[in-house]
């Protein structure tokens, strides 16, 4: 440990293109709730939470969508307790008609007993909603590179 200390990861910042897209994806398709709002011109962002912690903070200042051959956020995961969680995800999700990085639920590699869905938001942005069990059998994308890693 360092003398820092323990950390642990108190929220996540989004840079996005256009708030009020987003706002309907985070809020209305994934069920966090607005804990905080700034609607100033240049400067609009919202904090996005559950059960009144933040969790989620979108900045409305990207000028282009998402780039995975650009430094920064590779994913951002979300864990639910169940695989049933997983798959009512996956359902609310394909209404909102998400782009899926893989077709259904898949473990985070061969054999693994975790695994989920791997989606993209609004912006590009690559998402997972998983879960710590119930993947098993299911069939792994790569056999040679854990799920979430090259998509």
């Given amino acids: ?24 994806f985070y809020r ?3 069920g966090f709730e607005v ?15 559950q059960g009144g912690a933040l969790a989620v903070t979108l900045w409305q200042q990207a000028e282009g969508a ?3 051959a650009r430094a920064g956020l590779h994913h951002l995961a979300f864990e639910v307790e169940s695989m049933d969680r997983v798959r009512a995800a996956e359902a609310a999700l394909k209404e909102f008609g998400v782009t899926f990085a893989y077709e259904g639920v898949v473990p985070h590699a061969e054999g693994a007993a975790s ?5 993209h938001d609004p912006d590009g942005i690559r998402l997972e909603i998983y879960a710590p069990k119930g993947a098993e059998g299911a069939e792994a994308p790569n056999t040679t590179a854990p799920t979430c890693g090259f998509f």
């Avoid at 003398?3 to 996005?16: D, E, M, Q, S």
């Avoid at 804990?35 to 939470?49: I, S, V």
């Fill in 1 to 24: 440990m360092s003398a820092i200390g323990t950390l642990r990861t108190g929220h996540i910042g989004i840079n996005v293109t256009d708030l009020e897209r987003s706002l309907g």
């Fill in 28 to 30: 209305d398709v994934l």
């Fill in 35 to 49: 804990l905080g709002e700034g609607k100033e011109e240049g400067r609009r962002f919202a904090f996005l939470g």
């Fill in 66 to 68: 998402y780039d995975k």
């Fill in 115 to 119: 695994g989920g869905v791997f989606f």
